[in-house]
């Protein structure tokens, strides 16, 4: 039986002609479309822990493996090293603290949300949630000037 299905995840920035993140699909748990409407703090919250979720694991992929490219490669010639070891070092997330930022971030007005074309204005409203949804973030610019 089926436990999961999955909705589109879209990004925009007001005045942007470039999508912030290309369109994705998020995985969320087939209750939530069989049963009554979830908050938006929940579908938030399920968003943010899979990103920093899917963020540890490419992150962890990268320190098994890395492949330098013919560039970097004639980068580093001159140095006398060429050094295949990952530059970055592993960065440590609080995936409670990134909850608690971008629903704050949410309760600043810094973005609004859609849920098929929908406005969701407060963290408690209910979402209504079908395997074909899209949820769309629309992030506000702050003017210059004052």
Do not use: C, Y
Not at 99 to 125: H, K, M, N, P, Y
């Amino acid at each position: 039986m089926k436990t999961t299905t999955q909705i589109t995840i879209e990004g925009k920035q007001i005045g942007g002609k470039k999508d912030l993140f290309p369109r994705q699909l998020l995985t969320i748990p087939i209750d939530w479309v069989k049963s009554s409407p979830i908050s938006l703090r929940t579908l938030i919250t399920h968003l943010v822990r899979q990103e920093v979720a899917t963020f540890e694991e490419r992150q962890s992929a990268n320190r098994f493996f890395r492949v330098l490219t013919a560039v970097q490669i004639e980068t580093e010639k001159p140095t006398g090293r060429i050094d295949p070891a990952a530059k970055a070092t592993k960065q440590s997330i609080d995936s409670d603290q990134a909850v608690r930022t971008a629903l704050q971030a949410f309760e600043d007005g810094l973005f609004f949300v859609f849920v098929d074309g929908d406005q969701i204005e407060e963290l408690d409203d209910p979402v209504t949630l079908a395997a074909e949804s899209t949820l769309r973030f629309i992030r506000l610019v702050a003017l210059a000037g004052g």
